[in-house]
């Protein structure tokens, strides 16, 4: 069964970090472009980084400079290190990517940024 499944959501107070995380089954992680988008009430659901399968990284503008992505090939998990939270991050996160043509989703984790 091929699955994707976010953890590490959480409460948190502004400027305070998280670290989600996304770890595949039935796929191999580095072997795709692997996305992060998040999804607030009200808004439509947007991209924030993605890694490539050579490592490269991209990032939203909004988050550039607070949030890194890695991935650890071994425990085929992808993460998304967040510092400097702020109320505007808050939001449902999702990892994804697209595997046989089928766009592929986890379950989302949800990211609370308030004082």
């Known amino acids: 069964q091929v699955q994707l499944v976010e953890s590490g959501g959480g409460s948190v107070q502004p400027g305070g970090s998280l670290r989600l995380s996304c770890t595949a089954t039935?796929?191999?992680?580095?072997?795709?472009?692997m996305h992060w988008y998040r999804q607030s009430p009200g808004n439509q659901r947007e991209l924030i980084a993605n890694?490539?399968?050579?490592?490269?990284?991209n990032y939203l503008d909004s988050v550039k400079g607070r949030f890194t992505l890695s991935r650890d090939n071994e425990k085929n998990t992808m993460y998304l290190q967040m510092n400097n939270l702020k109320p505007e991050d808050t939001a449902v996160y999702y990892c994804?990517?697209?595997?046989?043509?089928?766009?592929?989703w986890g379950q989302g984790t949800l990211v609370t940024v308030s004082s």
């Open positions: 039935g796929i191999m992680l580095s072997e795709y472009t």
């Open positions: 890694i490539f399968s050579d490592g490269a990284t």
């Open positions: 994804n990517t697209v595997w046989r043509t089928r766009d592929l």
